[in-house]
């Protein structure tokens, strides 16, 4: 059981009896209480059993936004070993929204891995700009993809963000072309991709690191062209209808796998990723070896024109 | 009298090519004859405006236009095959805001006269066989949704078959709501589509008219082997609101215009409505 420091709503009820077992485990007269103890302790499995597994699409965004949630770098720790971060896009600036790098996933496979970071502490969220990359992020992305196809390296993203950062310099620098450049480059590559949507989809910003041979999403993550507020305040002309509008827009794993957009749904641990980031990202890597095992027999050019053609097929239409 | 306005004149005018003339003339018809600038505010005749493609007379505003209006204006007469036209929209994810999207498509259809936010097809500009697509900001925003993606990508392949250049002319708010991800996916949908002229070296000219935002400009908007905007198109990513809401200070007056993006060396020229044709067909001469 992970004591957490930050509660969403609906997990009050979890926290109450949370509580009230620590409570009574660190009281004096504790071999008393070792009945009620287990008893609790069954109450709030049984009880997190039943949240977790009946949630809407509103509360999986907020389990999706939740400050504990793992973000790249808290995987990375967990998914191999020798992990070399590389910086910088090469023309002016390294936007740390977005790492990069090489990491041994098994001792003689190196992959390389970009990922949005979100970062956990107000100084940490300001360095990382609350994981909304500027155009020198998508930048430095892509050069890694090209360092990965150079020396044949299967290429791993890990997408948790808002969106791409709307701002005055993003604008100037050219946010747009960065993100059209990343959607094209990427699925012109040689190499295996495996996109996982780790937390927030937030649209063409997570795209620009999502055009990938298997795309995955985690059981509470959210994928969507358009943050569900941004959504409601123009359909429904009030922000406060984020909820009818999360439910609309079809954000969720479980719905997005009905609808053919993804791959493979990742579980994650009871009480959602943040409460235990080990089982979380052991799932994780099970994930990406399975497919990375199957992507490993396709030819560099089965690779490319599947991944063109995966794409190529989206969408619903009548004739 | 707004754009809007001037749009409604059009239909009528054609709806009542086929109704029995009438004998009086309305008030409101008559004020649909004059037309005024959002810009300088000059009162200018419709016919006037239209004779000069819908461009201010006086401060060279671009005023917004229809899909249909762009291929008069572009391509040469009789020269128009429209394809893919019966791809039409489905509601997918049974999606429900104030209203349901069904009816926010049959509301689409009637104020634009368009089939869906961007038309397809064949045509002629001064004798060069293109294929030309056009957005239609009339149709739900112009947001690219399935229908403008499939249509998109069938130009793409189409022009690959034909050994044609393409010439996409965009208008749009950005990604359609109504679809989803599937409306995101569209995204890299057209990118790759478009991707594969380069290998028959076939150009791609991408025109930007006001607006483009969002998830259009955000992917095959900004690819075009050539990119050009019209003067004072208000083009970007993110909408201007959202990035005054985002950084709390006032954004430049000249921000997110074409002339904006020219300087900060995002496309390659500012061309007004006026040579427009003239400069497509040049290029695309260049580059046989």
């Known amino acids: 059981m992970n004591k957490n420091t930050f509660v969403l709503d609906f997990e009050k009820p979890l926290f109450a009896l949370l509580n009230e077992i620590n409570k009574l485990e660190e009281a004096t007269d504790k071999q008393k209480c070792a009945d009620l103890i287990e008893g609790l302790k069954k109450q709030f499995y049984d009880l997190r059993e039943r949240i977790y597994s009946n949630l809407t699409a509103h509360q999986r965004l907020q389990i999706a936004r939740h400050p504990e949630r793992p973000y790249t770098l808290d995987f990375i720790k967990g998914l191999g070993e020798n992990w070399i971060e590389l910086h910088g896009n090469r023309t002016g600036a390294d936007d740390e929204a977005i790492v990069g790098g090489l990491l041994e996933l098994e001792p003689n496979l190196t992959v390389v891995i970009v990922g949005t970071e979100k970062g956990h502490n107000i100084k940490e969220k300001q360095r990382r700009n609350f994981g909304m990359p500027q155009p020198s992020g998508y930048q430095k992305a892509l050069r890694l993809f090209k360092h990965a196809e150079t020396f044949e390296m299967p290429i791993i993203t890990l997408i948790d963000t808002p969106g791409a950062y709307p701002g005055l310099e993003a604008e100037a620098n050219g946010q747009s072309w960065a993100i059209a ?13 495996i996109a996982v949507i780790t937390g927030e989809g937030g649209s063409g910003g997570a795209l620009a690191l999502g055009v990938a041979n298997k795309v995955l999403m985690f059981e509470n993550s959210v994928y969507s062209v358009i943050s569900p507020e941004g959504c409601a305040a123009i359909l429904w002309r009030t922000r406060d209808k984020a909820a009818s509008a999360a439910n609309a827009l079809k954000i969720t794993a479980k719905e997005l796998l009905e609808i053919g957009l993804i791959d493979e749904i990742i579980p994650e641990s009871a009480g959602g990723a943040h409460a235990d980031y080990l089982q979380t990202t052991a799932n994780l890597k ?17 690779l490319r024109a599947e991944r063109i053609l995966k794409f190529r097929n989206y969408g619903i239409f009548t004739q | 009298m707004s754009i809007k306005d001037l749009f409604k004149f059009k239909r009528r ?6 109704k029995p003339s009438q004998e009086l003339i309305s008030e409101q ?3 649909e004859l004059w037309a005024q600038c959002p810009s300088c505010k000059t009162t200018i005749y419709t016919t006037e405006l239209k004779a000069n493609l819908m461009v201010c007379t006086k401060c060279e505003h671009h005023f917004r236009i229809s899909s249909y209006d762009r291929i008069e204006q572009m391509i040469d007469a009789d020269t128009w095959e429209e394809i893919n036209g019966s791809i039409k929209p489905t509601d997918a994810l049974n999606f429900v805001d104030l209203k349901p999207y069904p ?3 049959i509301g689409a259809k009637k104020k634009s006269g368009a089939t869906e936010a961007i038309v397809t097809g064949i045509g002629k500009i001064n004798g060069l066989e293109t294929a030309f697509g056009v957005m239609e900001f009339g149709f739900l925003g112009g947001s690219m949704g399935s229908v403008v993606g499939e249509r998109i990508a069938r130009l793409a392949e ?3 078959q034909k050994k044609l250049p ?16 599937l409306s995101l996916m569209q995204m890299a949908k057209t990118s790759s589509a478009l991707l594969a002229l380069k290998k028959h070296k076939l150009l791609f000219i991408s025109v930007l008219t006001d607006p483009t935002y969002g998830g259009v400009s955000a992917s095959f908007a900004m690819l075009g082997d050539i990119i050009m905007a019209e003067p004072k198109a208000k083009i970007g990513f993110a909408g201007p609101r959202v990035i005054e809401e985002t950084i709390r200070q006032k954004l430049p007056k000249d921000f997110q215009t074409s002339e904006y993006l020219l300087k900060h060396g995002q496309i390659d020229l500012v061309v007004s409505r006026k040579e427009l044709k003239k400069t497509l067909a040049q290029l695309i001469k260049m580059h046989k």
């Open chain 2, 13 to 18: 005018k054609n709806l009542e090519q086929a």
């Open chain 1, 181 to 193: 450049k990343n959607i094209q480059e990427m699925a012109n590559l040689t190499v295996p991709v």
């Open chain 1, 286 to 302: 099970t994930a990406l070896q399975k497919h990375l095992g199957i992507l490993k027999t396709k030819s560099k050019e089965e």
């Open chain 2, 166 to 181: 393409v010439v996409l002319i965009s208008t749009s708010g950005g990604a359609r709501m109504h679809e989803g991800l």
């Open chain 2, 103 to 105: 009816e926010s498509i």
């Open chain 2, 29 to 31: 018809e008559l004020s």
């Open chain 2, 158 to 160: 189409t022009a690959i």
